[in-house]
């Protein structure tokens, strides 16, 4: 009989280890047999916590974006202003643990996958739509048109998210930059 409290710590392990063979191969192409061992255990034992690879990359996209939302939130709790709360935004956007291989490629394959998988896209689309909440309401002080400029802040993040992730430099440095100036022209206030 399996100790009390090691399924969370298998489960988590299971998921660092999808994040990880993600990574390796830049695709979902991996087979759950590659997952299990990289987690130190059984492909069996991963079909029964998880059922199969597609709940297990669900399971590590939900933690990324659990990762994500938490930097999002330590970022907020030291923006006094509406305009630090959407600059607080951008900066937790291209927060560089969100850069790591297995992540920009499990960001790539929840792109890829979410017009195909219903999970998948479900999964996006909250993402998308807590993004476009947040800036919306930071913005709401700043904007005569708080909704369509969360709109822009958001495509903008993520598409320089990608292009970022993609390139040779896997830096968020020079996106976060591009998009607070883009803020900044948006809201007016150019130099």
Do not use: C
Not at 15 to 40: C, F, N, P, W, Y
Not at 56 to 63: D, E, G, P, Q, S
Not at 129 to 140: D, E, G, K, Q, V
Not at 153 to 182: E, P, Q
């Amino acid at each position: 009989m399996p100790k009390l409290g090691m399924e969370p710590l298998r489960r988590a392990s299971l998921v660092q280890a999808t994040i990880a063979e993600i990574g390796r191969a830049q695709s979902l192409d991996v087979t759950v047999g590659q997952i299990a061992k990289t987690a130190g255990m059984s492909t069996a034992l991963a079909h029964h916590y998880f059922g199969g690879k597609n709940q297990i990359f669900l399971a590590a996209m939900r933690h990324i974006l659990t990762e994500y939302g938490a930097q999002v939130r330590h970022h907020l709790r030291h923006a006094a202003t509406p305009r630090a709360r959407v600059e607080a935004i951008i900066t937790a956007s291209f927060d560089e643990t969100f850069f790591a291989p297995g992540t920009v490629a499990a960001w790539m394959t929840l792109y890829a996958a979410a017009p195909t998988q219903p999970e998948t896209r479900r999964l996006l689309t909250l993402y998308q739509a807590r993004l476009r909440s947040n800036l919306t309401h930071a913005l709401r002080p700043l904007s005569a048109t708080p909704q369509a400029h969360a709109d822009v802040m958001a495509a903008l993040i993520d598409g320089l998210y990608l292009r970022a992730a993609l390139s040779d430099a896997s830096s968020g440095v020079a996106a976060r930059n591009a998009a607070l100036d883009t803020l900044s022209h948006l809201l007016g206030d150019e130099a």
